[in-house]
């Protein structure tokens, strides 16, 4: 029988504020997938490396788990099992992503000496995946920074968002949460992934839209603007003319003009 491969990817962020609750030292997990409706239907190899992350990472085991599936419905998933590891691994800002790639073989009868080098190349795979992973999370976060910096001295432009500062609170919380909105901060950022040269590859243009909208939005709803980005792109008019305006003006702040369409915009509601 013929092997075959077919990717499975599963996305994980670990994060310490929820919503408008306390923070949560012990951490909490959002799993979610576009490739799988039900949690249970996830390869138990998943949590083995979730598990072998942790323990390597020295932190404790979060208190709380959702999931997103193909549904975009959020469950939270009983932890079976708590660490009890008394090293807490602070993030600033508190998120990391973590994209595992699962290969899913079918294994005909093979002699047990190439089964074994089959297990080792994939092991090594794997752990290269892993690396990189973390070295384009760490380029993502420094490039979301100055990207969430020009996203705040728009605000300045609106009423609520120079309110918010003006009592130093984050203007990023004034954001309307529209499909126009979603668009203009889905083009702006991908037009500057595309364009530094650094985070062009789908991996890490996945790795870094997820902290960006996380980061804005939260977790739940970050992922799913993540999820449904492409659904939109395809049927939704008002968010494909917000990436229009984004893109136009990323291409402009790289080219050192002003820009103001999310301003204009949020000001014309």
């Known amino acids: 029988m013929d092997w075959y491969t077919k990717k499975k990817i599963i996305?994980?962020?670990?994060?310490?504020?929820?919503?408008?609750?306390?923070?949560?030292?012990?951490?909490e997990f959002l799993?979610?997938?576009?490739?799988?409706?039900n949690y249970k239907d996830i390869s138990s190899n998943f949590n083995t490396a979730v598990d072998e992350w942790i323990k390597d990472e020295g932190f404790s085991y979060p208190s709380i788990k959702r999931f997103i599936g193909s549904d975009n419905q959020i469950i939270i998933i009983k932890n079976k099992k708590q660490s009890s590891s008394n090293t807490i691994l602070y993030i600033i800002p508190a998120i990391i992503i973590l994209i595992l790639f699962f290969v899913l073989k079918k294994k005909p009868t093979k002699t047990?000496?190439?089964?074994?080098?089959?297990?080792k190349t994939k092991s090594k795979k794997q752990d290269i995946a892993y690396e990189n992973a973390m070295k384009n999370s760490e380029l993502a976060g420094k490039l979301n920074s100055i990207l969430l910096g020009t996203i705040r001295i728009q605000l300045n432009l609106t009423v609520d968002g120079l309110d918010?500062?003006?009592?130093k609170k984050d203007p990023l919380k004034t954001l309307p949460k529209d499909n126009f909105v979603y668009g203009y901060l889905y083009g702006f950022a991908d037009y500057s992934y595309q364009t530094s040269g650094k985070i062009s590859?789908?991996?890490?243009?996945?790795i870094g839209s997820l902290a960006f909208f996380t980061m804005i939005f939260g977790p739940d709803l970050g992922a799913k603007i993540c999820m449904n980005s492409e659904k939109l792109l395809n049927t939704n008019k008002e968010f494909n003319d917000g990436v229009k305006s984004?893109?136009?003006?990323?291409?402009?702040?790289?080219?050192?003009k002003g820009i103001t369409g999310l301003s204009d915009y949020i000001n014309n509601l």
């Not at 590859?201 to 996945?206: I, N, P, Y």
Request: hydrophobic share 30%.
């Open 11 to 27: 996305g994980l962020i670990l994060h310490y504020l929820y919503n408008d609750q306390a923070f949560n030292k012990q951490g």
């Open 31 to 37: 799993i979610f997938s576009k490739d799988f409706k």
């Open 201 to 206: 590859d789908e991996q890490s243009w996945l």
């Open 112 to 119: 047990i000496n190439k089964q074994n080098k089959e297990i």
């Open 246 to 256: 984004g893109s136009n003006d990323a291409r402009d702040w790289k080219n050192k």
């Open 164 to 167: 918010f500062i003006s009592k």
